[in-house]
């Protein structure tokens, strides 16, 4: 392992919404038994083709670090979690489709992250619309939105759910994918959202190995601080 250059993709959001699952089948391809709660962080390392079947083709290694928690916790606690920000590669961003507060607290755990030495408080969820998308389209860490518990939506809201996710995914300039951590055929090789998840790491390895901006060679540590004076969320 010690031989392949490898990136780091933090795993973020709410407790509960699945974020052990959803590693768990991203590294061993394998659902997830009997999860837990995850205290601190842990770990967990899958390979990537890196452009897969052309002549640069190379295998890198994928730090998922599980980042356990809450937005709403102790400033102290969230000042113990900011040290698993640093050096940050690539942000998967994990709500529960099920339960809209997991989704709006997303804008929440971005903040903590990308400023992680500044506290996400007074931030404003609403249905305003002065949220500057521009803030993530500048931002050099490559994001991507996960909606777990897909199966758990009921069909007469699945067009209202996929609808707000997609103005979700707009907001943080990032693709989603919507799955069943219990059901590996949604990350299939060959479907879209395989296709996503590829085309998300690659953009990660490119931007750790390949930018031209040396600032960024070692992961996003100089970050360019984020302030949302109101959140829009419908």
């Given at each position: 392992m010690a031989s392949l250059d490898r990136v780091k993709v933090l795993v973020l959001g709410d407790s509960g919404v699945g974020k052990s699952s959803l590693v768990?089948?991203?590294?061993?391809?394998?659902?997830?038994?009997?999860?837990?709660?995850?205290?601190?962080?842990?770990?967990?390392?899958?390979?990537?083709?890196?452009?897969?079947?052309?002549?640069?083709?190379?295998?890198?290694?994928?730090?998922?670090?599980?980042?356990?928690?809450?937005?709403?916790?102790?400033?102290?606690?969230?000042?113990?979690?900011?040290?698993?920000?640093?050096?940050?590669?690539?942000i998967i961003l994990v709500h529960d489709?099920?339960?809209?507060?997991?989704?709006?607290?997303?804008?929440?755990?971005?903040?903590?992250?990308?400023?992680?030495?500044?506290?996400?408080?007074?931030?404003?969820?609403?249905?305003g619309s002065d949220y500057d998308r521009e803030q993530f389209a500048e931002n050099p860490v490559p994001l991507l939105l996960i909606g777990t518990k897909f199966d758990q939506i009921p069909d007469n809201k699945r067009n209202e759910v996929l609808t707000r996710t997609a103005f979700l995914?707009?907001?943080?300039?990032?693709?989603?994918?919507?799955?069943?951590?219990?059901?590996?055929?949604?990350?299939?090789?060959?479907?879209?959202?395989?296709?996503?998840l590829s085309r998300f790491f690659d953009k990660v390895i490119e931007k750790r190995y390949f930018t031209r901006d040396p600032s960024q060679m070692t992961g996003f540590t100089d970050r360019k601080r984020f302030n949302f004076k109101s959140l829009h969320y419908d």
């Open positions: 768990h089948l991203l590294c061993q391809n394998q659902v997830l038994g009997n999860p837990s709660w995850t205290v601190g962080c842990s770990v967990d390392v899958r390979a990537q083709d890196y452009k897969e079947g052309t002549p640069e083709e190379k295998t890198y290694y994928i730090e998922l670090w599980d980042v356990g928690g809450s937005v709403g916790c102790a400033s102290s606690i969230k000042s113990t979690r900011a040290v698993f920000y640093n050096s940050v590669n690539g489709l099920t339960n809209k507060k997991s989704s709006q607290n997303l804008y929440r755990w971005s903040l903590e992250a990308l400023n992680k030495d500044s506290s996400p408080t007074g931030v404003i969820v609403s249905n995914s707009e907001d943080f300039n990032a693709e989603e994918i919507n799955l069943d951590c219990t059901n590996p055929r949604y990350l299939a090789a060959g479907t879209s959202n395989a296709v996503k």
